[in-house]
């Protein structure tokens, strides 16, 4: 076990703050570990440090300051796991209250101004001999293309993810981005097929990313839209690229783009408040964004930030895990096909309990 994972175990029984993370198809584990507990928060987002924000943009980011933790970086030593996938039963009335809630915003949609909507849920399933070091391990094997972590404060709570999204990647003043909608399950030795839901959602959140930079940001590029797999999943990516005009900055890129069409929906405040008005729960730290803030790149002169929409991700407490999971909503969607969808996206969190 290498020299990182050795410090987490204690820390953590300490209630010591730490995050423990791998950037997609990476082969190092880094870490920011805190010597006490006091709370931080990001003001401008021009400190430097590990941010973990909510998805109500009104509330407050956690910062992780640079300057008060203890930075680690290691390459990867895993042995593989050969471990069964946990079994789950689901619960009929969390079927029927999401199924529910999706019915009412198809007719939302049909009866307004409203696009799209994303409808999630929370899930919670009990943890048998719960052991932090083997999940974060089964996670970092398991999605190697996904931004992979274990955050902890003692005054927030314990919360892994294995989130497939990035929100944005900064260096000095050129960034990149992407859209990222559209699911379906990934099946061996066979071309995905994306039917026109799936196809226009995708298309919203591109526009959307589109149109909020105009203004912020040069030379705007955007590439082919193509399939990618994460996990058990299949999705439909478009990377987006530019420069940061010289009148803007990280913060105002941030405040443009989150929450994205494929975490809230189109229009952005529409969605927001329908969400808020019938998820009837507090999504906290899902659907937010969280990585590296403003960190020195040992690549080039400068600083650098790599942020990640926290989805596939729950939090542990007290030997229960809260999963949360979502799905885009559009005029064309079927409330049976999205719950099922939403099973689908559970797994990734499931099969590592």
């Known amino acids: 076990m290498i020299h990182l994972f050795d410090k987490i175990i204690p820390h953590y029984k300490q209630d010591l703050p730490f995050v423990v993370y791998r950037k997609p198809n990476s082969n190092s584990v880094s870490s920011f570990l805190l010597p006490d507990a006091t709370i931080a928060y990001t003001a401008s987002f021009k400190e430097k440090g590990f941010v973990f924000a909510p998805f109500h943009n009104d509330e407050k980011a956690i910062l992780f300051p640079e300057e008060k933790a203890l930075f680690l970086t290691e390459e990867l ?53 719960f052991n932090l070091l083997e999940i974060f391990k089964k996670l970092l094997i398991t999605y190697k293309n996904a931004f992979v972590y274990v955050w902890f404060h003692p005054k927030v709570g314990l919360w892994f993810g ?26 061996e030795h066979t071309t995905p097929i994306w039917k026109s839901k799936e196809l226009e959602e995708q298309q919203l959140v591109t526009d959307f990313i589109k149109n909020q930079l105009d203004g912020i940001a040069d030379t705007l590029e955007i590439d082919k839209t193509e399939t990618i797999k994460a996990g058990n999943l299949l999705h439909l990516r478009t990377k987006v690229s530019g420069e940061l005009k010289k009148s ?50 040992s690549k080039f002169d400068g600083k650098s930030s790599a942020l990640f929409v926290n989805l596939r ?41």
């Open 162 to 187: 294995a989130t497939p999204e990035t929100l944005l990647k900064v260096e000095n003043n050129s960034f990149k981005t992407m859209s990222l909608a559209g699911t379906q399950v990934y099946k």
């Open 248 to 297: 803007s900055n990280l913060e105002a890129l941030i405040r443009a783009l989150h929450p994205t069409p494929a975490v809230c929906g189109l229009p952005r405040n529409i969605a927001k408040d329908f969400i808020v008005h019938n998820e009837n729960y507090h999504r906290s730290y899902y659907t937010g964004f969280l990585g590296e803030l403003n960190v020195q790149n």
């Open 313 to 353: 991700c729950m939090k542990v407490e007290n030997s229960k895990a809260s999963i949360f999971v979502g799905g885009g909503i559009t005029k064309d969607s079927h409330a049976e096909k999205e719950w099922e969808e939403t099973v689908s996206k559970a797994k990734t969190m499931k099969r590592v309990l």
């Open 77 to 129: 030593q895993l042995e593989t796991f050969n471990y069964k996938e946990s079994v789950f039963n689901e619960e009929v009335s969390s079927r029927e209250k999401h199924i529910k809630i999706v019915e009412n915003a198809i007719k939302e949609i049909n009866a307004s101004s409203l696009k799209k909507v994303v409808i999630s849920r929370e899930e919670i399933v009990n943890i048998s001999n």
